[in-house]
């Protein structure tokens, strides 16, 4: 697939993210006050986003990263994740609050809550810069920035067969 038979439809803007981004942070550190928290970016769509995020927090945090994989390639992903790169230190009663960039059907997210709990996390909060409309994860998100209806997102972080995520912005994609 060549780039030139891709078309890009503009989604958000920098500056519309930056706002949305700032907006999360003031609700997560009011939230997280009492606590020294653990944010975890999820590799490696969220890695943009993690870092913009966090820079946005004043609290003391520590920062880590996982990396999963998905069988099957979108639109046909499988209900199982591999995790390819885990978290490096104990997450034994810590608070910790997972960084995605798009909750879709809500898979990834289900998995990795129930992997960070398994860790025996005092509390598992998700933090999404994106949430897909009538996302049936939509309840167990305790913070979501914007509603996606339909179309691939590139841009951000987020990839087209590993393409597209140095992008400023966020675009929807389309073929032909
Ligand atoms: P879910 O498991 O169905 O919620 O899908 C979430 C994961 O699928 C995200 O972490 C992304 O990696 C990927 N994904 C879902 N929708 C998109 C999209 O529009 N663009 C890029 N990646 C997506
Ligand atoms: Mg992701």
Redesign the pocket.
Known sequence: MLKEELRFIPFLSHQRIASTVEGLAKKITEDYADTVPVVIG?LK?AALFTADLVRRLPMELELDFIQVE?YGK?PE?QPTITIVHDVTFPLKDRDVLIV??????????KALKEHIERKGARSVKVCTLLLREGSP?KGSIEYAGIGVDKG???GYG??YREKFRNLDALYIMEEG
């Open positions: 999820v769509g998905r979108y992903p995605e960039d798009i909750v879709d059907r809500g898979i990834t997210i994860a691939f997102v590139v987020m990839d």
